[in-house]
């Protein structure tokens, strides 16, 4: 099982820590994003092995609620995340060695 934990930094100093649930070694941390516009970070996790994806909404650091993204091929990978400046959001994803481009707006 492998520990994660979110660092609060401010004017980068650590201002507090917080830990996350316990997860098993093979689902990583694929990126943190406001995802839903709750002005928290929400976490993007990653399952390579499997080809899960699945995304925590946190709240201070706490787990609120999280949902699972439909399994791809094991082939493709999150690289990159944000946001559009229309406020959609936006995960780009890599197919094997080659790269999506990201869209710019």
Not at 79 to 104: N, W, Y
Request: net charge neutral.
């Amino acid at each position: 099982m492998g520990q994660r934990a979110i660092w609060f930094m401010k004017d980068g100093f650590l201002q507090s820590t917080a830990n996350l649930p316990t997860v098993v070694t093979q689902w990583q941390i694929a990126g943190a994003v406001d995802l839903f516009h709750t002005g928290q970070a929400d976490l993007m996790w990653e399952n390579r092995a499997a080809g899960q994806r699945a995304v925590w909404m946190l709240q201070n650091g706490t787990l609120q609620s999280d949902f699972y993204l439909p399994t791809v091929s094991t082939n493709w990978h999150i690289v990159d995340h944000g946001m559009r400046p229309d406020t959609c959001r936006l995960l780009s994803c890599s197919f094997a060695e080659r790269r999506l481009a990201t869209p710019r707006w």
